[in-house]
């Protein structure tokens, strides 16, 4: 078997003293695309941020993630400014915010090249328009010369995508890409995400809370909960037969369009996420959890062999 | 939409056009050599050869404070440009870095502020000859914290916008954010700054030459002519009219300039730029 691109072993980030992802353990091959997925509060961008290095002050992480068996947490900062952007990339949620708004796309853009490919101005402007012609943005070379404003929210997602795709990194993290862009434009960029990620071979770890876009664009699904992989899986199995309860309660909530409306109530998942810190000792999920009982408060290891869960009284 | 350019703008864009237009004539010609004595033509009024009269050694006033303001000029914009040397990477070093690198600076700039130019100028003055060197060094000193704050300050804002973090995601360092997002973000703050720092500089040049710490004799200084008209005060007031008429509406133009670049650059910023003197 070859080397996983990713291999996260043990990764647990703290606040303080506060632990909010405990012991994560997952793996991306190269070229699969894997999504991550959980309510808000899990954990899942801390997981990511860790993943790229980005911790914010006064949050740690430690375990080992290991990108090409080296070891980020353990990287100087200026051997991670090296990794990240060629061999990492990451693109955020909010593409309104995340350009700065007195540059043009095209200097933007041609950032990453200019930082990794050494690229002169000429050089890096023409790699930036094929950046741009890649990710389909209508009229590249006339956008280059565009200020964020004057492009729509999902003409800044495909710029935001050019320039994390630019140099062609072996691992993207897409964190809730499509969250802000409304429905139809939310289709086209995970086509083109799914489309630029096999084109280049590069592994996806995709960050989301909507289940449909996981079963669309993944073949793996890690489910988070509390800070923790609950279940784990290909996405047939995970969403056809899912074993945790929280992952089950998950499904239940996608509201299904084939029934009747009127006097239907949504299902949502009973009680809400706790605080940080919050969560009860166990089986995170017990206090919520249907089917808890006293062999819950010890936490369940992850059980089985491909499709894993971490649960005393697994559904299937 | 265009907006509509602020009055403050074209007055004071006016007044500092008309200082620098002065100083660049008096580059090439004056109507007469401004060091040139004239002891037979002593504190004259106003005449045809000498438009401005002359002072206590038969100097042509006009040409003198013609010359004056090339020298004005010539501190304001070394002592602007040493402040922003300094105090520029120093806010951005705290913006950047924050923690104790942040103190440090921080605390490094509260330190000089806690020194007025003149005490400094003193200083310098006293441990080297007192010179227009000395004299723009000491106010270039004195005016870093105010820029090294400013930076820090919109720098922090800087720092907390989701497009830093993407820098970063795509491996951009901390010295390739200050130059490419910080600098650009904070620009326009500072040349509203650097405007404000240039009046206050050629007040506190005029303030030094005035106390005989700023540009020696001969080189005609606005800050020197008003001090050495004051002998002759009763003979000749009009010796101390000219240069303080100049030195006012220099600093009311860059003052006024200041103001209407800030209006015209931040509409937003509805508290008043620390002006300090």
């Known amino acids: ?316 | 939409m265009r907006r509509r350019t602020p009055p403050t703008l074209l007055i004071g864009g006016f007044l500092v056009a008309l200082v620098i237009v002065t100083a660049l004539t008096s580059a090439v010609w004056t109507p007469t050599d401004p060091t040139h004595v004239e002891v037979s033509a002593r504190l004259k009024g106003p005449t045809p050869t000498y438009l401005l009269g002359t002072d206590q050694l038969g100097r042509d006033e006009l040409s003198r404070i013609m010359a004056g303001a090339r020298n004005t000029l010539l501190i304001g914009i070394v002592t602007v440009l040493i402040a922003i040397g300094v105090g520029v990477p120093l806010g951005g070093i705290a913006a950047l870095y924050r923690g104790r690198l942040e103190d440090a600076t921080m605390r490094f700039s509260d330190v000089l502020l806690a020194f007025p130019a003149i005490l400094l100028a003193i200083m310098f003055a006293a441990v080297f000859q007192p010179s227009t060197v000395t004299a723009m060094a000491a106010i270039g000193i004195a005016l870093v914290p105010v820029f090294a704050r400013v930076v820090r300050g919109a720098g922090l804002q800087v720092m907390q916008q989701d497009y830093v973090t993407v820098t970063r995601t795509y491996g951009g360092g901390n010295g390739w954010i200050f130059i490419r997002h910080l600098l650009p973000n904070v620009s326009s703050v500072l040349i509203v700054q650097a405007t404000v720092a240039f009046a206050v500089a050629i007040l506190a040049e005029a303030a030094l030459s005035y106390l005989g710490l700023g540009t020696p004799p001969p080189t005609p200084s606005w800050g020197r002519m008003l001090s050495e008209s004051q002998t002759f005060l009763d003979q000749a007031p009009l010796l101390a009219f000219w240069p303080g008429v100049s030195i006012a509406l220099t600093v009311l133009g860059f003052n006024l300039l200041g103001d209407g670049l800030r209006d015209l650059l931040d509409p937003k910023l509805v508290e008043r730029l620390p002006a300090q003197g």
């Open chain 1, 1 to 316: 078997m070859t080397q996983p691109v990713l291999d996260v072993q043990d990764l647990t980030v703290r606040v303080g003293s506060i632990e909010v992802v405990h012991q994560v353990n997952f793996a991306l091959e190269a070229g699969q695309r894997t999504g991550l997925i959980g309510e808000s509060g899990s954990g899942k961008t801390l997981t990511a941020l860790a993943i790229m290095g980005l911790l914010p002050d006064g949050l740690s992480a430690s375990g080992r993630v290991l990108h090409r068996g080296r070891d980020v947490l353990a990287m100087s900062e200026r051997e991670l400014c090296a990794v990240r952007g060629d061999q990492m990339a990451m693109i955020f949620q909010e593409p309104m915010t995340a350009l700065n708004p007195v540059m043009k796309i095209g200097q933007q853009v041609a950032e990453p090249l200019r930082l990794h490919r050494r690229m002169g101005g000429r050089q890096a402007h023409a790699a930036a328009v094929r950046a741009l012609e890649r990710v389909r943005l209508p009229d590249a070379a006339e956008k280059m010369h565009a200020y964020p404003h004057q492009l729509s929210g999902g003409q800044r997602q495909r710029a935001m995508i050019a320039m994390a795709t630019a140099c062609s990194p072996d691992l993207l993290i897409a964190d809730e890409p499509t969250t802000a862009l409304d429905v139809t434009v939310q289709a086209q960029i995970l086509d083109l995400l799914v489309g630029l990620v096999e084109e280049g071979g590069s592994s996806l770890l995709l960050i989301t809370h909507d289940l449909p876009v996981v079963a669309n664009v993944c073949q793996r699904v890690l489910v988070l909960y509390g800070g923790r992989i609950v279940e784990e899986g290909s996405v047939q199995d995970v969403f056809g037969d899912p074993r945790h309860p929280y992952t089950r309660a998950l499904l239940d909530a996608i509201p299904p369009l084939d029934e009747d409306l009127p006097d239907r109530k949504l299902k949502a998942v009973a009680g809400s996420v706790p605080g940080l810190g919050e969560f009860p000792p166990g089986c995170p999920f017990r206090n919520r959890c249907p089917r808890a009982d006293g062999a819950c408060v010890v936490m369940p290891e992850l059980d089985g062999t491909d499709h894993r869960a971490a649960c005393w009284h697994p559904l299937t």
